[in-house]
């Protein structure tokens, strides 16, 4: 069974600081994605990750993808109170199509 | 832009009755899920269907919670009765098939349930 654990689950952080979220998974997968929620809201892809090595980076955010470590991580540079939000990451697991997502991170951007 | 739409958005109801949440996915997507978040936790997938097929319902409580997708393209998630401990958001999702590539899931608003 594919267990994912993020770290931390709740970030309160500064503006302008940097920080990282950490995604571990528990079994091989080449496939991770990143999603966005707000409070009551639904989730919004923020990024796909398809191989070992992979970045992407959508302005203040970047994402990575160490398939051997099983860890992806999402790094938030001088962040600012509109990324504030639960962040999760999402295992593709075996194949299948069926994600497997870990509990999230609660990001709180302070002034 | 072509969006996930799910109804009722809020649905609230008294134990033991029935409840039913409808799912239409974007146009041309052959695969549908449905998920369920409790709050505070990540979503988990109660089903998923490839056409009007199901693939996966390995975690669709099924004393209670039925689903189908009768003529592959929009979907119904019925659970009776509710219990207390159905409350959650159920948020359905849809992908394309593309075998050369990966299947993003694209997420609907969701359907917030609470269970008095």
């Known amino acids: 069974e594919l267990k994912v654990e993020q770290n931390p689950l709740f970030l309160s952080m500064q503006e302008g600081k940097n920080y990282t979220i950490y995604c571990n998974y528990s079994?091989?997968?080449?496939?991770l994605y990143w999603y966005r929620q707000d409070p009551g809201k639904s989730l919004e892809s923020l990024f796909v990750?398809?191989?070992?090595?992979a970045v992407k980076q959508e302005g203040r955010l970047m994402a990575s993808l160490d398939t051997k470590a099983r860890l992806s991580t999402l790094h938030i540079t001088a962040a600012v109170h509109d990324l504030s939000a639960t962040y999760f990451c999402?295992?593709?697991?075996?194949?299948?199509?069926?994600?497997?997502f870990g509990k999230g991170t609660k990001l709180t951007v302070n002034p | 832009e072509a969006e996930v739409a799910q109804s009722p958005r809020y649905k609230i109801t008294e134990k033991s009755q029935a409840v039913a949440f409808w799912c239409d996915p974007i146009?041309?997507?052959?695969?549908l899920y449905w998920y369920r978040q409790i709050l505070g936790q990540g979503p988990e997938l109660l089903v998923q269907?490839?056409?009007?097929?199901?693939?996966?319902d390995s975690q669709l409580p099924k004393d209670r919670f039925s689903a189908e997708r009768l003529k592959g393209v929009d979907s119904t998630l019925k659970i009776q009765p509710a219990e207390l401990g159905d409350s959650a958001m159920y948020l359905c999702?849809?992908?394309?098939?593309?075998?050369?590539?990966?299947?993003?899931?694209?997420f609907g608003p969701g359907t917030r349930l609470t269970v008095l």
């Open positions: 146009s041309g997507h052959a695969t």
């Open positions: 990750l398809l191989s070992n090595g």
């Open positions: 079994t091989t997968s080449d496939r």
């Open positions: 999402a295992v593709e697991w075996g194949g299948s199509e069926k994600l497997v």
């Open positions: 999702a849809s992908s394309l098939v593309d075998l050369s590539s990966y299947n993003e899931q694209f």
């Open positions: 269907f490839q056409d009007e097929s199901v693939v996966d």
